[in-house]
């Protein structure tokens, strides 16, 4: 098996293939070699047989998934990474890498024709200048996920695993727990990545919920609703509602009072549920 446990190996592995990094692409490799067999433990807790990975890069945690679980699917954008991956998951039978963009693959359909019979978990070392739209993609699509165990951003991973209702919350809060549970596994340095970002990073694990956390009779409404209270942060709820929705005001503060809430509340104290009633009784008061 191609060696990636030292820096040594990977520089020469990225030289002999004359790779260069590209920074808009969120290439930053790990090179730390005990952080990738803590991912695939993470993951492995779930009971996970098949594993969807995004952005493999070199192959360091796909090597660490392809010995713990019985298949392993990766989506690469990069298509020069294909030959080096080639290489270094070429003692592997249960691995295959699909060129493209994840944000426009057909998961529900790989899932179906790749992994039938089995529990799915998603294991990655996100590339971060997508952080929201690919945990959104695998979180709102209702795909049969155990869980999602990946590393982001330090400031990323305080906001989604944030108690909704609570300073740091945001609609990716909201979100995020509305789908699954959120929790913070260990901390990764920046010093852990060739090249070193100018972040640090948090591995974050998503139970997937069965159902979601609270019932809505509206889910578009209710997001919309989440996306207008949270649009301009400075506003009260009352005035980032009226105007993200195209709501009257006096509308959106009668919701506000019949619920109890005083007209000058902000969208970070509402938790999951106030969301919701909310919700109804705007859906309630429009008629
Ligand atoms: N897994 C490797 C590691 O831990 O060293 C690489 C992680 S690197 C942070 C992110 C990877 O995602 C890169 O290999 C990059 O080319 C890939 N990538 C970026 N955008 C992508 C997209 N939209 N779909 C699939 N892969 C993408």
């Not at 098996?1 to 260069?20: K, P, V, W, Y």
């Not at 400075?234 to 109890?260: C, D, H, I, M, Y």
Request: proline share 5%; hydrophobic share 45%; charged share 20%.
């Amino acid at each position: 098996m191609t060696n990636l446990s030292d820096i040594g190996s990977i520089r020469e592995l990225l030289a002999r293939h004359q790779f260069s990094f590209s920074k808009s692409l969120g290439q930053n490799f790990l090179v730390n070699p005990s952080v990738c067999p803590r991912m695939a433990d993470a993951c492995a807790r779930a009971h996970t047989q098949g594993v969807i990975e995004i952005g493999p890069g070199i192959g360091v945690l796909t090597q660490e998934l392809a010995q713990r679980f019985e298949k392993v699917v990766c989506f690469e954008l990069d298509s020069r990474l294909l030959p080096v991956l080639d290489e270094t998951l070429s003692d592997f039978q249960n691995v295959s890498v699909r060129n493209g963009d994840i944000l426009k693959a057909d998961l529900a359909d790989v899932i179906r024709s790749e992994f039938s019979g089995m529990r799915v978990s998603v294991c990655a070392n996100l590339p971060y200048y997508i952080t929201s739209p690919i945990l959104m993609f695998l979180l709102e699509n209702g795909l049969p996920l155990s869980c999602v165990t990946v590393m982001v951003q330090k400031e990323a991973a305080d906001r989604i695993c944030a108690q909704p209702g609570s300073r740091l919350s945001g609609a990716l809060t909201a979100a995020v727990h509305y789908y699954a549970v959120p929790e913070k596994l260990f901390s990764v340095s920046r010093g852990s990545f060739m090249p070193a970002p100018k972040v640090d990073s948090t591995v974050i694990r998503l139970t997937v919920r069965e159902r979601p956390a609270v019932e809505t009779s509206d889910e578009q409404a209710f997001f919309r609703l989440i996306a207008a209270a949270f649009g301009q942060r400075r506003k009260t709820a009352a005035n980032s509602v009226s105007a993200g929705l195209g709501l009257p005001k006096p509308l959106v503060e009668q919701a506000l009072s019949e619920l109890g809430f005083s007209p000058n509340v902000r969208a970070e104290t509402f938790t999951l549920e106030d969301f919701a009633a909310l919700s109804e009784a705007l859906q309630r008061l429009r008629g």
